[in-house]
C-alpha cells in the first residue's frame, strides 16, 4: 500500500506525467485515433517540459540577483522560499514527510470527487504547489501534537476544499484574461493576486489597457516581447551589479568582467522567458482539447487550474509592468516588517515576477495600466508583511530551520487560521465553520455561474 501511494505521490509531483496522462485519459475518452492520442499526449508533455525548461532558466538568472541586491543595499533578513520550508522540515521529521504524501495523494482525490458532486468544477494541477500546501498542513497539525490519524483526515480535506475554492475566487478574472471559461488559475498566491488586483481596479482605469500601450516610433522595438524583456532586465541588472561593487561581484562573476556578467543574466532571464512561452503555447494547444474528455465523462465541465506561467502569454506587457512594480512594493513591505519584531522578509525577485507579474495581469484586466501596475505594488506588500506578520505562529526555529520562511498567501491564511482554532481549544468549531463557508460558497457560485452562462 505504502509504494503505492509513493507512486501515486510520485506522478502527481512531477506535473509533465500528471498532465500527459490527463491528455492521455481525455483523447481516450473522446475515442480518438491512436495517432491522435499519442500526438496529444507526447505534445502536452513535452510543451510542458519546455514550459518547465523556460522556467528553470529563469530561476537560474534570477538567483544570483537576490544575493546581489541583497549584497548592493546591505540588507538582512530571512528568504521568503516555500519549497525550502516544507524540504527542511520534511527532512528533519519523518512524520511530517509522511503525512506530506499522504495528504497530497488524498486531497488530491478529494479535490476530484468535490468538483464532481459540487458546483466547482476545478481540478487544481500544478503540482509543486499542492506539495507546498500538503507539507505546510502536515508540518501544522504535528506542531500543534494532532494525531496522525485525524492529521490525514483533517489535512486532506482540508488540502482537497482550498485546491477546489482557490480556482473559483480567480475565475471572474481569469474569463477577462483569457476570454473564455476553459481554464483556470491554480496557484497558492491567488488571495493575494485578486486582492491586488481589485485594489488596482479602485485606483486605475480599465480603459487604458497596459497591452495597448502606444510608443512613439523610435521605440517601436518594445513591442516585441524578446526585446522589451530584454532591456528591462538589462537596466535592472546593470544597476543593482553598479551599486554592488566590482569587488562584491567578483564573487558571482568570477573572472567574467562584471558588467558582462550582468548583461549575459538580463539576456539569459529574457531567453528563459521566450522558451517558457513557447512551451505554453504548445502546452494549452493539446490540453484543453484533452481535458474535454475528462469534463464530459468523469467531471463534467470540469476546468484544469494551471500554473502561473500558463498566463503569461495573454498580457506579457502588464506582466512586465506588475513585476517592475512588485520590487518597490517589496522594498516597502521589508521597510514595514522592520516595526513587526519577528524577521525582516528579503525581496523575493523570483516571486515578484512570476506571481507579482501574475497580479500585473490581473491587474490590467480590472484596472487597464495603471491597475496593473498598483496591482504590482500591492502584490510585493503581500510577498513581505504577512510572511514577517506572521512567521511567530509557525515555531521554525525549533525545527532547526533558519534562514527561509513560508510565502505563499493563501497557505500563510490556511495555516494561519489552523493554527488560531487549534491553539484556542476550538478546533471542531472552526472545522464547522469551514464547512458552513464552504456550503454558503457553493451555493453562491451555483447562482452565479448560471447567470454567467446565460450572458453567454
Known amino acids: 500500500m505504502t509504494e503505492v501511494i509513493s507512486a501515486f505521490v510520485g506522478i502527481i509531483k512531477t506535473p509533465a506525467v500528471i498532465l500527459g496522462l490527463i491528455a492521455l485519459l481525455g483523447l481516450l475518452v473522446q475515442k480518438k485515433s491512436f495517432s491522435q492520442v499519442v500526438e496529444g499526449t507526447l505534445k502536452t508533455m513535452l510543451g510542458l517540459l519546455i514550459l518547465s525548461a523556460g522556467a528553470g532558466l529563469i530561476v537560474e538568472n534570477l538567483a544570483p540577483f537576490s544575493e546581489m541586491f541583497t549584497d548592493a543595499f546591505n540588507l538582512t533578513g530571512v528568504v521568503p522560499f516555500d519549497e525550502a520550508v516544507v524540504g527542511a522540515l520534511s527532512e528533519k521529521v519523518g512524520m511530517i514527510a509522511q503525512n506530506t504524501s499522504l495528504i497530497l495523494a488524498i486531497g488530491f482525490l478529494v479535490n476530484v470527487i468535490l468538483a464532481r458532486i459540487t458546483p466547482f468544477k476545478y481540478i487544481f494541477l500544478t503540482g509543486h504547489m499542492m506539495w507546498i500546501m500538503a507539507g505546510g498542513l502536515a508540518w501544522a497539525f504535528y506542531d500543534l501534537g494532532v494525531s496522525e490519524l485525524n492529521t490525514i483526515i483533517?489535512?486532506?480535506?482540508?488540502?482537497?476544499?482550498?485546491l477546489l475554492l482557490l480556482p473559483?475566487?480567480?475565475?471572474?478574472?481569469?474569463?477577462?484574461?483569457?476570454?473564455?471559461?476553459?481554464?483556470?488559475?491554480?496557484?497558492?498566491?491567488?488571495?493575494?493576486?485578486?486582492?491586488?488586483?481589485?485594489v488596482g481596479k479602485i485606483f486605475g482605469n480599465s480603459a487604458k489597457d497596459a497591452e495597448d500601450m502606444e510608443l512613439p516610433e523610435g521605440l517601436s522595438f518594445f513591442k516585441d516581447t524578446a526585446i522589451s524583456v530584454s532591456l528591462v532586465m538589462l537596466i535592472i541588472y546593470l544597476i543593482t551589479a553598479i551599486f554592488t561593487g566590482a569587488e562584491t561581484m567578483a564573487k558571482y562573476a568570477g573572472e567574467t568582467n562584471f558588467i558582462v556578467y550582468s548583461i549575459l543574466k538580463g539576456l539569459g532571464f529574457a531567453a528563459g522567458v521566450l522558451i517558457l512561452l513557447q512551451g505554453v503555447r504548445l502546452f494549452l494547444g493539446e490540453i484543453i482539447p484533452a481535458f474535454k474528455g475528462i469534463g464530459m465523462k468523469i467531471v463534467p465541465g470540469a476546468r484544469p487550474a494551471l500554473d502561473v506561467p500558463v498566463f503569461f502569454s495573454y498580457a506579457p506587457k502588464s506582466l512586465m509592468l506588475g513585476f517592475i512594480f512588485a520590487i518597490p512594493g517589496m522594498l516597502v513591505g521589508l521597510f514595514v516588517s522592520s516595526f513587526f519584531g519577528t524577521v525582516i522578509p528579503l525581496p523575493s525577485i523570483i516571486g515578484g515576477f512570476f506571481t507579482g507579474g501574475m497580479a500585473g495581469i490581473f491587474g490590467n484586466a480590472l484596472g487597464g495600466r495603471r491597475g496593473s501596475m498598483i496591482a504590482g505594488f500591492v502584490y510585493g506588500l503581500f510577498l513581505t508583511i504577512p510572511v514577517a506578520l506572521f512567521y511567530p505562529l509557525y515555531n521554525l526555529a525549533e525545527y532547526g530551520v533558519q534562514g527561509v520562511a513560508y510565502l505563499v498567501s493563501d497557505g500563510i491564511a490556511v495555516l494561519s487560521l489552523i493554527k488560531l482554532s487549534f491553539s484556542t481549544g476550538f478546533p471542531v468549531i472552526g472545522l464547522l465553520v469551514f464547512l458552513a463557508i464552504f456550503v454558503f460558497l457553493c451555493i453562491r457560485f451555483k447562482n452565479r455561474n448560471e447567470n454567467y452562462q446565460l450572458e453567454q
Open 154 to 162: 483533517y489535512g486532506s480535506f482540508i488540502q482537497g476544499c482550498v
Open 168 to 198: 473559483a475566487i480567480a475565475q471572474p478574472i481569469v474569463r477577462k484574461i483569457t476570454g473564455n471559461d476553459k481554464i483556470a488559475y491554480g496557484h497558492l498566491t491567488t488571495i493575494g493576486v485578486v486582492a491586488s488586483a481589485y
